[in-house]
């Protein structure tokens, strides 16, 4: 009971939030959204036990990534309203692309339905007090499982990160 | 009785201590926080060899109290071309995240909102994330040049020092192999160290990272009175100041406390092992009642009758409490245990952040302001290469000592130096780095105009 009304909460806040995110004209405005609504998936996480989801979500997505948001659009002064002609034309795109996710969406359900129970499959979810620590957890299927994929996308997002900084660097030679 | 009220009351009485706790944090913390400012003060006129305000009560005691009533009763000014919300909100999300991280430290081993949750540390730490978007709002909101720039200053030096202060706090938790606080002080009562003596490295660059993150000089870049006001607030005033004011001792008490609890031993007593220094047990009694004695003696020597009875009230309050401490020795066994251990372990903690709070003011008064390339520099080429390097050479340290069977110590020993050899080879490339630059800068006149330290 109390389980649903906090993810309904928490669900409904996200939701609103991000709705609000995409219609706000400033950009500012959208950022703040942006950090309700990830604060809000964070309280979701806390809701199913994954706390340490919850707290990387909130020291990375909205201690960092969000702050540097803020900043760049501070730094570049994009709160003054941009010309919105240029993305007039992807307005039928999006509609095309958000149809298409939403009758997958829709495919998905229709055909769960005949499934027992709740329609969508669960692996039998553990009760709350028998979890085991969270961060153990992840610890152990990221540097033991799943250590060869782990290590790939880190290499990954380093090599993404030399690029970016080669990249700024040409830029300001030329 | 209706089931909405039955609900409420279940719910109380389910987490009636946790409910405590947290009305304490926020009934007592702002206190603290103003006092902490007194001792500032205090010991900024004493840097500066000259009287402090004498006035209010003796030694000034009760100034604080005025001080705060004043910024209460200020005119509430919105600048006209001010985003209102954000403006209104900005200051509202800083102290709510200084007092939420407050959650999760452990003032003593019974005193915790957050007890058992595994984050722990993290938990602290992670909320106090939030505290630059309060300043990076409330610099955007103010729509004016001074504190959008003292907003981007904050913004940068906040997110790489995290970084920093984050990478020298896994060093801890390799040691202490868990996140939760009560384990990580048991762990250290068990190992016999605190973890400052195993990893001083890592120490050292969280207290640098923790002043950084603090705004503190000599790295208040935000604020420099001298070049934007006062920064990112240079627009607010009375209460609305007040909040910022009080969010940033908030995560001053924050920081130092994690910082105690991870790396000073938290609420253990110094050497909690050593049968022959049980006589420290009593240091909480001696230094209360030492306290209690100067205050009587300093009564005699106040100008007016007033101020002479005020203190006699403070040497009496010092009295009360050196009783209770001192009443609770004898009760270290197990009825009582609870009430001893949790007595006892507040006072050593208190002790300990305190000391950590007033290194913070130390450097204060003592160190030239940094220029904000320095900050950057000492942060992105020193600090984190350093943080990275020290994590790695802790954890050497520990498979050394678990899977080689060599001496704990003496792992430690080695894999430090190495740490410290590092530190040399990157303070060297820097000096080398740093002489192209400032010769760069040089030829620049309009960046060393803008460069003393105010």
Known sequence: MLDSVIFYFFAGIAIVSAVLMITRRNAIHSAIFLITTLLATAGIFLQLRAEFLFISQIILFVGGIMVLF????????????????????????????????????????????????????????????????NTEELARSLFGSYLLPFEIASVLLLVAMVGAVVMAKKRIDA | MSPMLHSILAFVQAW???????????????????????????????????????????????????????LLFKEDLIPANADQFIFWFAPVLSMTAALTSMGAVAFGPWFQVARDINLGLLFAVGVSALRPLGIILGGWASNNHYPIIGALRSTAQLISYETTAGFALVSGFLLAGTLNVRAIVEIQRTDQAWFVFLAPVGFFIYLIASIVETN????????????????????????????????????????????????????????????????????????L????????????????????????????????????????????????????????????????????????????????RF?????????????????????????????????????????????????????????????KYADAASAGLLADSSVVEGTHAG
Request: proline share 6%.
């Open chain 2, 16 to 70: 009636w201590v946790e409910l405590l706790c947290a009305l304490l944090i926020v009934l007592v913390v702002p206190l603290i926080a103003v006092y902490i400012a007194l001792v500032e003060r205090k010991f900024m006129a004493d840097v500066q060899a000259r009287p402090d305000s004498t006035r209010v009560g003796p030694h000034s005691l009760l100034q604080q109290i005025p001080d705060a009533l004043k």
């Open chain 2, 371 to 431: 220029r904000f390339d320095q900050l950057m520099r000492l942060g992105w080429h020193i600090l984190i290469p350093l943080a990275l390097i020290n994590v790695v050479d802790v954890g050497i340290a520990l498979a050394l000592s678990s899977e080689f069977g060599l001496n704990r110590w003496l792992s430690m020993v080695i894999t430090t130096v190495a740490t410290l050899g590092a530190a040399m080879l990157l303070l060297h490339w820097n000096d």
């Open chain 2, 289 to 368: 009642a030492a306290v209690g004695a100067y205050c009587v003696f300093r009564a005699g020597k106040q100008p007016a009758r007033e101020q002479s009875l005020f203190m006699w009230a403070v040497a009496l309050a010092c009295f009360v409490v050196a009783a209770i401490f001192a009443l609770a020795a004898p009760f270290g066994h197990l009825p009582f245990e609870l009430m001893h251990n949790g007595l006892y372990g507040a006072f050593w903690l208190l002790l300990k952040v305190s000391a950590y709070i007033y290194i913070f003011t130390w450097l204060r008064f003592t160190l030239p």
């Open chain 1, 70 to 133: 803020i900043f760049v659009i501070i730094l570049v002064r994009l709160d003054v309203p941009l010309p919105q002609v240029r993305w007039r034309t992807q307005k039928w795109i999006a509609l095309l692309v958000t149809l298409a996710v939403g009758m997958e969406a829709g495919v998905v359900l229709w055909f769960a339905r005949k499934i027992p129970g709740q329609g969508l499959i669960f692996p039998n979810p553990a009760p709350a007090d028998k979890l085991h620590p």
């Open chain 2, 216 to 287: 503190r000089e000599p790295f208040d870049l935000p604020e420099t009175k001298s070049e934007l006001v006062a920064g990112s607030i240079a627009e607010y005033g009375g209460f609305r100041w007040l909040l910022y004011f009080l969010a940033e001792y908030a995560n001053r008490i924050v920081v130092a406390s994690v910082g105690t609890t991870l790396f000073l031993g938290g609420w253990l007593r110094p050497f909690p092992n050593v049968r022959w220094l049980i006589w420290l047990d009593a240091a909480p009694t001696l230094l």
